[in-house]
């Protein structure tokens, strides 16, 4: 059975960093793509950022191109997103996902098998 667990998430103030990681359990996770993807209160579940199946390719929600960055680092089964310059508006929870190495779209929920419990990320101004 797969498991993914976020961990990183926090209360910090506008301008900070935040590390999430999420670690799969189960299964290798060089098997699949990643994504992250965030929910605020009373909003949908968003994209956020992608990486897929072997880290050559990431994708980025423009909302945070240039201030997060994914990873992957398959040998500890971890995804990590390094998120800077943090604002109000990225206050959410965070959930990890992965899917099929084959997937194709990478911003859908739908594409992606697992999911992460998530991990609250909170932005003061």
């Known amino acids: 059975q797969v498991q993914l667990v976020e961990s990183g998430g926090g209360l910090v103030q506008a301008g900070d960093s935040l590390r999430l990681s999420c670690v799969m359990s189960g299964r290798t996770l060089s098997s699949y793509a990643m994504g992250w993807f965030r929910q605020a209160l009373g909003k949908e579940r968003e994209f956020v950022a992608a990486v897929d199946w072997y880290g050559g390719v990431t994708h980025y929600a423009d909302s945070v191109k240039g201030r997060f960055t994914i990873s992957r680092d398959n040998a500890k089964n971890t995804a990590s997103l390094q998120m800077n310059s943090l604002k109000p508006e990225d206050t959410a929870v965070y959930y990890c996902?992965?899917?099929?190495?084959?997937?194709?779209?990478?911003?859908?929920?739908?594409?992606?098998?697992?999911w992460g419990q998530g991990t609250q990320v909170t932005v003061s101004s």
């Open positions: 996902a992965a899917g099929r190495w084959t997937m194709v779209d990478y911003t859908t929920p739908s594409s992606y098998d697992y």
